[in-house]
Each structure stands twice: as C-alpha cells, then as structure tokens.
C-alpha cells in the first residue's frame, strides 16, 4: 500500500518540525557553537585573585622617580600704571627645576575588595641635595642654581578597580573599572634648602607637583604592569594554568 504526502500535510509536518525546535530554545537548549557572552567580574571576587593581587604587589620594583616637572613657576609682582590703567610686571619672581632622583619605597599594604583595590604608604623621609635649578629674582634673567629638598611624612592611598574579562574559551585578561586612578597625596612638612624666601613658596609648589606626578607614574604604570603579567601568566591562555607562586 503506498502513502502519499499531500503538500497540506507536508506543511503541517514542517510546522511541527518548526514547533518543536521553538520549544527546545525556550527551554533552555543551548548549541555549543555560539559564543558565550563575555563577562566582567572584580579581581577579588575571582577564587585566585587575592593571591594574583599578592603576588603583582611582591614583584614591585620599590625604587620611585622624582623628577621635576617642565614649566615655570611665577609670582612676578605688578603694579597699574595711573594713565593707562593696565598691569604693568616690575619684578620677576620664577622658579623651574630641571634635575631628579630616586628614591626607596617601602611595600606598601593594600585591601583588595569586590568595591576595588585601596593601596595604602606612609613614606618617614624624602631628602635629595645637588639638585639644579633656575629663578629670576628682580631681573627677568635666570640665574642657575643648586638646592636641596626633603620631604616628611608622606602619606599617599591609590584607589582603582582592577576588573577581570573572561572570554568564551574560559581565558580571561585584565581590565580597569571606566574611573580616572585615585591617588590621594599628603605631606607633613615640606623645606626646600638653598633658595632665598621669595622663591621658598614657588620652589615647594614645583616639589609637590613632583611628588604627586611620580606617584601617579608608578601605580599608573608599574602597579599595573606587573598585575598585567600575573593575569596573563594565570588565565590569559587556555594553554596557561594557574601559576600563583
């Protein structure tokens, strides 16, 4: 006995066929050819990632360049002329530095949270003598000169939220949370040596702007260069294992 397929049957088979694959996605059927979505989660909420952030702060090269920044520091004074009534500059008072050092950094304690990292310092002395520098002083001439800074107390906490990206194929990579680093600078006294009283106030500005731009490059930059190489060397291949030393 032969069957015959009318084309109204071959349609409701179809409908069927169609019926039946809706009902497998609804239910949670999944395909393994489809990519998985990416995903973000904080470094401390990863099950090695107090250790990750352990072992990037013990690999810190605890040496800081203080290096002053390039520009003018000014106070010249002006009087108004009586019949033009505009300012007129009488006496040059600038101060630019051009010199740096190094110096040691203790390890420094850190909290890493869900919420993000909080690296905190408390620096005892700063001090650095043969330092070069120019001012004008009256005349709008520089005049090359040499000083000497020290620094007291320096305490300074970094703020960031170091985040973790984990592709389909389970690697992952580091990320930072869409915030400017947070770096919060205080320093408990401050002299300058071998600059006359004039330049005294202009030559602690330029030193206080160094200090904070040099901290800024070493958590900026080498903080998290060396969490960049912990992260690939524990996740970021899927042919890399776990290696937290």
Known sequence: MKTFITATSASRLLLVGLTAMATGASAGATYPEVAQQLTNIPLAAYNQGQAMMQQAMSQ??????????????ENDKYVRDPVTGQKVRVSCVRFKADSGFHFKLDPPNFQLRQEG??????????????????????PCAWVGTGLGVQLTNVKYVYRQRPMLKFEADSTCKLVWDNQPDNLNISIGDLNIIG???????????????????????????????????????????????????
């Not at 524990?234 to 937290?244: A, F, N």
Request: net charge positive.
């Open 195 to 245: 600059v006359q009283n004039d330049l005294d106030k202009l030559a602690k500005d330029a030193t206080r702007e160094a200090i904070n731009a040099s901290l800024n490059a070493y958590f900026g930059s080498i903080l998290r260069g060396e969490l960049q190489k912990v992260v690939v060397n524990t996740c970021g291949s899927s042919k890399v294992g776990v290696k937290i030393k």
């Open 117 to 138: 990292l909080v690296v905190t310092q408390n620096i005892a002395k700063i001090r650095a003598d043969g330092l070069t520098a120019r001012f004008q002083l009256g």
């Open 60 to 73: 810190l090269k605890l040496d800081a360049r203080f290096t002053f920044l390039n520009k003018d520091y």
